[in-house]
């Protein structure tokens, strides 16, 4: 991660609102393109800023422009506290709302454009945030000086109120005027960590968007009514590839309810006055798919592809030593396959959005997770210029990866759906949750062939060969992932070990395969975390070493995963793997987007087998902890994330066609097989990094280390429980 | 055909076929948008509404089924144990993506109604039929005790 140092140079008068506006500096064409979004909002009056991060209004509060999206991650609160520590803002006084799409002034600094992923929201914009208050409060401060004809030097700022010694003191929003006629400074000194009052304060803050959501009045995008609005549900091809060969909407149309039935390219879109009329117009539709060109393997099918796959060369994607030769040489070679499944995200809210349009432009309103592509692409489709089409990020109801979209396809449907029908009628396309599981772009099924060798209590060899797909190779995102011909999201995690093992080789194979994959919440650690981390576990447990001392003897070169393990020893008050009493432990330990996560889970076999997760430690390291209650969060959500799908994920392909269509098939954690769970963050002084991920890829291979300990051995093919490949 | 019902304790009268899930209804005709569409065959909670007063998977009570019963949205929430759960909620920063909490907390107060100090075992009765895909059930266990404790002064 590169945080590119941008100057807050530019001030920015919001005309007429007494507001105070602190912009980066933008180049002319950004201006251009900023200034035409703002004047065309067809969805009623602007109400937000462009190109500027901070809004501090005359009421005193003090507004964020967030350029992430929320969907749980907090990057509302935590973007904001950022901005509130160098402003020395009062918590109640500071507001979130999502930045508009704007590459210019929003790009995520790791990405180079507009959007979210990869656990960066919090360390790309930590000093972009902290610049941004501190600037504001520089301007305040001068302002304020100017008023009360002292030196700025004098003044001092305490939870929003600007204080001097002579007993003058005022709140940010009476300077917010003065303020803003102001140069910005150049140069803005940035806080000593020591003198941090929000920054890494427990209790410091509250989540900026729990209120709404504990009482039903945030708006998500699947809430946004508007007159004449149109609900549109697709009729999408039962195989991935299948194509509309033909179709009838006669008894379709006779529905109450149901307006307009139009082919689109994704299939055939119902335009409905309501969700229900949409979904009943849906199935009265009759459609004739062609499936010349569809995928018609299943899982099975691809499964033993890829165990044979797995037994030939493949490109190689980490080695030293001559791990074949040693292997070759060995007195007894331990091996185990692995075999992930293909995964659905599920977010609670399933995909949607919202679209207006007319020859004059467009509003799309949606949870954008790659705003600058997917601006484009509704720009393209509805042969718009980008500057008349304005994207408004909503919140979302979750995410994991599945609105990160590599091929932009709902923005490219909601524009799609919206062309059909013509200008001037606002639509609202809603996914089903059995549009969702069947929709595709899942975590790719995946096959880890692991041999390893030991002699003398020393792990001698170890050989990996990884078998999956790549969402990335062959599309416009390449550049981002792939060197060599090699995708670094098929083998991160299991090209380089943390643990010294001198003889080593990884190799990976990218198969061809029809279904849609995406990343999943952690991409490439959901299966190698799991790989790596239960092989290790295995050849110890064959050297005869405990599980937590025989990792930290081979992982010196890594001290922060050092740190981590013996952390999370300590909280566990580690023993052994036992079993004692019926229940026993498990370790693992992964490095995932710079942030390290060790977690013990304690485990017994519940009713019919099941395994029963009684209790979760977890350690992470995640450099400067920004928000330490939502980090803890992140931890319990990922735990629990990661555990439901190990336990129970599958989407299973039969003949090309997706089993589980709902909930009650596609079996999700519920509350009472949540573990307990205990979360210490380790201090650090290293740059931010992220959460939203890192807390998933330990807790399968922690469970499955448990579980080797109870006499089930670790399970080779996931889900552990009722799996049906 | 036109079904009247009695939501929020207000009559409402709707134009919408007999199979229409109140669900929809709440939702598209009458606007009320806190109450959420996760799977439509009772396996997530999201719709959690109380019909006299029960809790009620609204996506799967067609419209004409509901007849003289009161129904009782996540809009209309009052009453101390309405209070104390939406206060806890907030206290202990339960929501992470916020689209199921509507469902939770129904169901969370219909819980606190009807056994006011739940042990975890209740908890895990009465909230197993609330996913989370966000899996905040750390949170929800630990905000419902706080909010348990609150009701008993």
Redesign the interface.
Known sequence: MTAHDISLSRRNLLKGTGALVIGLSLPQSGRAQSGAAQAFRPGGAATFAPNAFVRIAADDTVTVLVKHIE????PFTGLATLVAEELDADWGQMRAEHAPADVKLYANLAFGVQGTGGSTAIANSFEQMRKAGATARAMLVQAAAEAWKVPAGEITVEKGVLKHASGKQGRFGEFAEAASKLQAPAEVKLKDPAQFKLIGKEGAV??L????????????T??I?TPEML?VVVARPPRFGGKVASFDATEAKKI??VVDVQQIGSGVAVYG?????AL?GREALKVTWDESGAEKRGSRELIAEYRALARTPGTVAGKHGDAEAVLGKADKVIEAEYVFPYLAH?????LDGYLEWNAQGALARFGSQFQTTEHQTIATILELPPEKVQLETM??????GRRAQVSQHLAAELAMVGKAIGPNRPVKL?W???DDLAGGYYRPLFVHRMRGAVKDGKITAWTNSIVGQSFFLGTPFEAMTVKNGIDATMVEGANELPYEVADFRCEVHATKVGVPTLWWRSVGHTHTGYAVECFIDQLLQEAGQDPVAGRLALMGKHPRLVGVLKAVADMAKWNGPGPVDGRARGVAVVESFNSYVAQIAEVSLGAGGEPKVHKVWCAVDCGIAVNP??IR?QM??????G??HILYGELTLDQGRPVQA???SYR?????E?P??EVRILPSTEKPSGVGEPGVPPIGPAVANALARLGRGRPLSLPMVGGTV | MVHSININGTTHRVDVDDDTPLLWVLRDNIGLTGTKFGCGVAQCGACTVYMDGQPLRSCSMPVSAIGEAKITTIEALAGKEAQAVQAAWVKHDVPQCGYCQSGQVMSAIALLTEIRKPTDRDIDLAMNGNLCRCATYVRIRAAIHDAARTLEG
Do not use: C, Y
């Open positions: 969907f749980g991650q907090g509250n989540r968007d729990s209120p709404g959501k504990s009482t039903g009045k945030t708006q998500f699947i809430d009514r609900t109450k309810g006055t309501g969700m229900w009329p009943k599920a977010p609670m809210e399933p919140l979302a109801g979750g995410s994991f809603v089903t949750r059995e209650d939502i969060a319990e959500g990922g735990i629990g994330f555990l439901g709902n909930f009650d999700s954690l519920r509350i009472h949540m307990e769970v």
